[in-house]
């Protein structure tokens, strides 16, 4: 087990060991006011969830909107539409393939994405999903660290 990893899971044990506890790990102890709880969904019922994939040329972004938002810029003013961020930003073509095919792999339904192609969005049984439970730490297969930036049940 690499250094890392170690780390990763001393870190995990001090956080757990502050928090508080609850019956079921991915749960809030205390539902905000007028919410019911009502247990566990069944394994096989479908749920739309998205991914939120890693952008490029963030740094070119940045430099973009200090340039447009700078009076002194001859860029000023000159905004940007969602088309030109969504093509300047959108996650490489690897990405998008790496993903996709992963998706219907693991038998995702009705994939699609954003216009900006960061948010795929698919239906998946829940049996399946609560496998990927933004509170683990860690994601398999590998290739798939490298294309996701976000997990959103």
Known sequence: MGLQARFLGL???????KCTHSPEPDQRWMLP????SLGRVDPEEELSLTFALKQQNL???????QAVSDPS???YGKY?????VAELVQPSPLTLCTVQKWLLAAGARDCHSVTTQMLPRF???TGWSATWSPFRGYLE???LLQCLGEFYP
Do not use: C, K, Q
């Open 11 to 17: 870190l995990a044990l001090v956080i757990a060991g």
């Open 33 to 36: 006011p007028g919410w019911v």
């Open 59 to 65: 740094d070119r972004l940045s430099e973009l909107v």
């Open 73 to 75: 810029s001859p860029r």
């Open 80 to 84: 940007l539409t969602l088309e030109d």
């Open 123 to 125: 239906l998946m049984a």
């Open 141 to 143: 297969p590998r290739p």
